[in-house]
């Protein structure tokens, strides 16, 4: 478990350590984070506006790459703003980072990998099959993926990185935890049959004892 309350980028240091020892040794990495598009929401630091869907009040997660902003609840879409609707300021933050980000990230500390995204918001079923595919016969070196990615058994590494389990503990629900710990044992899973590889997860809560407990395998 690594804590990075005190990191300034998006990935832990000790976290690239461990991804660049592991493609120098020719060995395979997956990265789990549970956040779709670039950002969970944009944020208006003037005024505190969240664009949120007219449908549920849901915050609507910002897509880079489409430049759009989509709900997660009921798949509504729409063009992202230049600028803050509600004060008309010009600067709009992304919050919360999700797998374009994080993408954006592992290309830049990591140039000559060979990076692909699993998303069931990008591309089509084709693209995906052929991510799983591509990895599985060594043409991928990491494979980025959301939590669907976790239901695919088929592909395995010696390394797998699981970022920012605390979306899952902050969720309205009682069994928050308990989900949370499904998540880490589940990405535990995939570093290698019978837990012969690493298993990272990067947290702003280290101590959580759901994430502890999981770290264990303790139920």
Do not use: W
Request: glycine share 10%; net charge positive; proline share 5%.
């Amino acid at each position: 478990i690594i804590d990075d309350r005190e990191e300034k980028g998006l990935l832990a240091r000790a976290v690239l350590a461990v991804v660049r020892r592991t493609l120098a040794g020719g060995g395979r990495g997956i990265v789990f984070v549970n956040r779709r598009g670039y950002a969970s929401f944009l944020f208006c630091p003037r005024c505190g506006h969240i664009p949120r869907c007219a449908a549920c009040g849901s915050a609507l997660a910002f897509l880079k790459r489409e430049a759009a902003l989509s709900c997660a609840f009921c798949r509504t879409r729409k063009e992202a703003f230049s600028s803050c609707p509600e004060c008309g300021s010009r600067v709009l933050e992304p919050r919360g980072s999700g797998v374009e980000a994080v993408e954006e990230s592992l290309k830049a500390h990591f140039p000559s990998a060979r990076i692909a995204v699993f998303d069931r918001g990008r591309g089509g079923d084709s693209a995906r099959e052929k991510a799983l595919d591509d990895f599985a016969s060594g043409e991928i070196d990491l494979l980025l993926g959301t939590q669907a990615l976790s239901r695919e058994s088929r592909v395995r590494a010696p390394l797998a990185v699981l970022l920012h389990p605390e979306a899952l503990l902050g969720a309205p629900d009682y069994r928050a935890a308990q989900r949370a710990y499904r998540a880490v044992r589940k990405m535990v899973d995939f570093a290698a049959p019978g837990g012969r590889g690493t298993a990272i997860v990067q947290t702003a809560f280290p101590g959580h004892h759901s994430l502890l407990a999981a770290a264990r395998g303790d139920f």
